[in-house]
């Protein structure tokens, strides 16, 4: 089975400032896609950016982008010139493309402050 | 603009009684999702279904049941309703699984039960 951790509960960070999410997971598949979802106060779960496993190049989205150490199983995020719209939970997320079942697998989420 | 519409948003209702959360998405996705998720914690799924006909059972266990008789329209159900089943529920649809495509989702359905 996969595991997803985000050991982090609770982070903030200054507007306009930097501020990394980390994520790390427990597969011993090769083939998988990680996504970082975004839930605002009381609304949808909306896609940040994903990664490919088989890709090394990290993906970017804008001010949206990933550190991805597959060999470490480390997917963290990197938010840049943060936002007050920012402020949200963000969840990680493991999708295996192998067996019978292909559903995400979420982490316990990371609430993120956005400071002004 | 949402593309998947859960009804209704919010419900506060007594225990015993039945309820069904609707689902419906316009986007023609095979594959629909049931997640349940309480205030502040992750997700966990307990339903999908990869198209019409075809349900299954999620990694969390459920009272609930679903149904899948077309494409666009995916309800759960509780029959007797209880104060444990208190709790957000998030649907969301997917288009194929073989390119990893992510999930689109509801704005989800807060439901507490007396």
């Known amino acids: 089975a996969q595991t997803v951790t985000q050991s982090q509960p609770e982070m903030s960070v200054q507007e306009a400032e930097t501020v990394t999410l980390s994520c790390t997971y427990d597969?011993?598949?090769?083939?998988?896609?990680l996504f970082w979802y975004k839930q605002p106060p009381s609304r949808q779960m909306i896609l940040v950016i994903r990664?490919?496993?088989?890709?090394?190049q990290n993906a970017t989205e804008n001010r949206f982008s990933v550190n991805f150490q597959k060999a470490a199983k480390s997917f963290s995020l990197k938010i840049s010139d943060s936002q007050l719209g920012d402020a949200a939970m963000y969840f990680c997320?493991?999708?295996?493309?192998?067996?019978?079942?292909?559903?995400?697998?979420f982490g316990s989420g990371t609430q993120l402050t956005v400071l002004p | 603009e949402a593309d998947i519409y859960q009804t209704p948003r919010y419900l506060v209702i007594g225990t015993g009684k039945k309820i069904t959360l609707e689902c419906s998405q316009t986007?023609?996705?095979?594959?629909m999702y049931w997640y349940q998720q309480d205030p502040g914690m992750e997700l966990h799924l307990i339903h999908y279904?990869?198209?019409?006909?075809?349900?299954e059972k999620g990694d969390l266990s459920s009272e609930s049941t679903v149904s899948r008789i077309r494409t666009e329209h995916f309800p759960l159900t509780l029959e007797s309703a209880r104060p444990s089943h208190t709790s957000q529920y998030l649907c969301?649809?997917?288009?194929?699984?073989?390119?990893?495509?992510?999930?689109?989702f509801g704005d989800g359905t807060r439901l507490s039960i007396l």
């Open positions: 990664q490919e496993a088989y890709k090394q």
């Open positions: 986007m023609g996705h095979d594959k």
């Open positions: 969301a649809s997917s288009p194929s699984w073989l390119q990893g495509q992510p999930q689109h």
């Open positions: 279904s990869y198209g019409v006909n075809s349900t």
């Open positions: 597969t011993s598949e090769s083939d998988y896609y």
């Open positions: 997320a493991f999708l295996l493309l192998s067996g019978s079942a292909r559903q995400l697998t």
